[in-house]
C-alpha cells in the first residue's frame, strides 16, 4: 500500500475574500432577463431559421420535379 503524504490546512490559514458594497459590478451582471429588443431578435432569429428549411425543402421539390423524379 502507498502512503499519501498531506498537509493540514487550518482554518487561520486560508484567506477570506469579502465583496464590499463599493466594488461596482459591470452593466450585464446587473441585468435581469432579455430585453423587449432581444426578445424581438430572438423571434426574428427562430423565425428566419424555420423559413429557411422551409424554402430549402420547397427548392428541393421544385428541382426534382422539374427533372422528373
Do not use: H, P
Not at 487561520?12 to 424581438?40: A, M, P, W, Y
Not at 428549411?53 to 428541382?63: A, C, N, P
Amino acid at each position: 500500500m502507498e502512503t499519501i503524504k498531506g498537509q493540514i490546512i487550518e482554518e487561520r490559514d486560508i484567506n477570506s475574500v469579502e465583496v464590499t458594497s463599493t466594488e461596482k459590478e459591470c452593466k450585464s451582471c446587473k441585468q435581469k432577463g432579455l430585453t423587449n429588443g432581444q426578445k424581438g431578435m430572438a423571434a426574428l432569429g427562430i423565425y428566419l431559421v424555420f423559413v429557411s428549411i422551409y424554402g430549402t425543402i420547397k427548392l428541393v421539390r421544385e428541382i426534382l420535379n422539374y427533372f422528373g423524379y
